[in-house]
């Protein structure tokens, strides 16, 4: 293969992955909690450790019970609500913008970030010295080892990369020095490649990766720890004997494409040293929802409660997210899986459009509005229920909404006589069918249009 070819050439992207991000948030918020082992369980099981309870042994996904018993000095917090770890996400991603504000930034869960910094690494004061460790096609090499009088790697052909690793500790020591938190970096000519080798060297560290070193990095990893090869594909190529990255090399482009289409060229691209995803900058998300499992509420009663307070967590994420990006939404959608064998059966799916009012709607209106819904479309799921997620979905911006409002103004009011003020906000009803906000003037029309669709 030809490794790392002249397109990869003068590329930077870092990846930062927070720390034992749940754990963290919950030693920033208790700071009597660092340096005891702390695990942080949801439902019952212990979805993440601090390093304190790795070195200890303690297992993630374990039954909680079990852990309590084998480890009682370890501290199991509850993780059920999400808001604290969201909130902290939004902040460092605000940080981040602000630290990178012409760098594409991508966000992928709550606490790993994607940063694209080829467009300003030329613009940095020269690096002269790496900064951090530096994986090599031989070995990876510390700080003063990467800048010993004897290294070969201080020429300019590097310095994009070195610039990187600079830009990298300035944010990695902004987070902690501002928001508190620990991160460790990845820096390398492309996304995936930039992640796997932070990795190499945690916690609260960073690693870059020479392009050379490429296929060193990658070639004795199973393939499912390849970022973007998923069950799936991955079972694809189990099939076909292919099982470690070192399997593949030699294997034609066409051939792995045919196996698994994109993946299988994307896969191509890393054996022969190349990385040439984009990273895509991150957008608001396209719904949100909460959810938990019915099935062990006693009474109508116990399931109306769990509900509300499903329904009073997503209204103050709608809030935040309404004071963000200056948008709102406009679907309320209910998902429910089955208690019988859940994930052996698709969910079933239910939506229907928000009142009109639910944007200008104060936070108790919007829980009884969500709550209405949500008891309104219940009845119709059948039973036994399990695992229930409500949620919104089909934002839309102040910006839309108005534009929306205009289209049925015409463009010179005057000449037909009317005022400019004819579509008044306020009245403005939403289609049951479409959910397009309309003049109440409009809507009879606007049925008769439907019903001629049909």
Known sequence: FERAGPIMARRAVIHLDLDCFYAQVEMVRDPSLRGRPVGVSQKTLLVTTNYPARRMGVPKMARVSEVRKAFPDLVVIDGENLDPYREVSERIFELL??????????????DEYFIEVT??????????DWVGNVFTPSTVLDETEANSAASSLLGPELSHLRAACV??????TALQEKLGYTCSAGIAHGPAFAKLVGGIRKPDDQTALLPAAAWRLIRDLPLRKLPGCGRASCRALAERGYTLTSDIEGVSQAHLTAICGDVGQFLFHLCSGRD??????????????????VYSCPTPQHVHALLHAMAHSLVRRIGDDQARHDRHPRTFRMVVRSAINPYRQPPKTKTVPLPATFSRASASQRVDDIMECALTMLPSFEPPLGIVNIGVTNFSTSLTDQRRLDSFVPADPDADGLQEDIVDPDDVVICPRCAAPMPTWAADAHELFHDEEH
């Open 276 to 293: 040439p995803e984009p990273v895509v900058p991150s957008e608001p998300p396209k719904s949100m929802s909460e959810e938990d499992n």
């Open 97 to 110: 913008t602000g630290f990178f504000p012409q760098c594409p930034i991508r966000r992928l869960g709550l």
């Open 119 to 128: 467009g300003i690494v030329a613009t940095q004061p020269e690096a002269t």
């Open 167 to 172: 830009l990298a500790r300035q944010a990695r």
